[in-house]
């Protein structure tokens, strides 16, 4: 499979663990886009990495978030003391060159905090 | 342009008929929109885009029709079949990476 790849597919938490996803882009894709979408609602932007720099990080991301493209291929999300709000999809997705409409999604991480 | 409510909006067709999904967005100085197709437990899936300088642009079964002087976006698609059955974003852009997303509509196709 040489799609986008989330793991773990699913995680469940108690409030106030740590969690952290991984998300390994399309081999060749610079860009690397983190997002997270709540029940019924649309995606909503987190950050952006071209290669390993983050260049774009949404006031959604708080100081209990962190995410790190440290080689500038595979790309980890952290979040620290997990709340019942943070229960959410978090979707990764890629892109060789220009914006979201030539990037490709994985299946997202759903995250469970209980 | 930013997601609100926790109901998505819902549209029944029968298969075969065409489906046209409405979207309006927020931000005038947006200049590229996008619609996604989400299947349940995927992410989404792009479809088709347009820039603010055309007013519609067409692909295959699926054509979008942008109006900015009300801030307007559809999409119109042809012969739907059960495969469509899915959840629809629209998203606006105002120049690359950071996409906003709408709340999306389901689409019913009844055999």
């Known amino acids: 499979d040489t799609g986008v790849s989330q793991n773990p597919r699913h995680k469940i938490t108690k409030r106030g663990q740590n969690v952290t996803f991984r998300c390994d882009p399309i081999?060749?894709?610079?860009?690397l886009y983190w997002y997270r979408q709540t029940l019924g609602q649309g995606p909503e932007f987190l950050t952006y990495?071209?290669?390993?720099?983050?260049?774009?990080k949404s006031r959604l991301l708080s100081d209990r978030f962190s995410a790190e493209r440290p080689k500038g291929s595979f790309s980890t999300l952290e979040i620290q003391r997990t709340e019942q709000g943070d229960s959410a999809m978090y979707l990764c997705?890629?892109?060789?060159?220009?914006?979201?409409?030539?990037?490709?999604f994985g299946q997202g991480t759903r995250l469970t905090v209980v | 342009g930013e997601s609100v409510g926790l109901h998505l909006p819902t549209l029944s067709v029968q298969e075969g008929d065409n489906s046209i999904i409405n979207c309006a967005y927020s931000?005038?100085?947006?200049?590229?929109f996008i619609w996604y197709k989400q299947e349940s437990g995927k992410g989404p899936q792009f479809i088709i885009d347009?820039?603010?300088?055309?007013d519609k642009r067409q692909g295959q079964r699926v054509t979008v029709l942008l109006n900015k002087t009300v801030k307007h976006l559809s999409l119109q698609i042809a012969a739907t079949q059960p495969g469509d059955s899915a959840v629809y974003f629209c998203?606006?852009?105002?120049?690359?990476?950071?996409?906003?997303f709408g709340a999306g509509t389901r689409l019913f196709v009844k055999a």
């Open positions: 081999s060749e894709h610079n860009r």
């Open positions: 990495f071209q290669n390993e720099a983050q260049l774009e």
């Open positions: 998203a606006e852009s105002t120049g690359g990476f950071k996409t906003i």
């Open positions: 347009i820039r603010s300088n055309m």
């Open positions: 997705a890629s892109s060789e060159t220009g914006g979201l409409s030539e990037a490709f």
């Open positions: 931000n005038s100085a947006s200049d590229y």
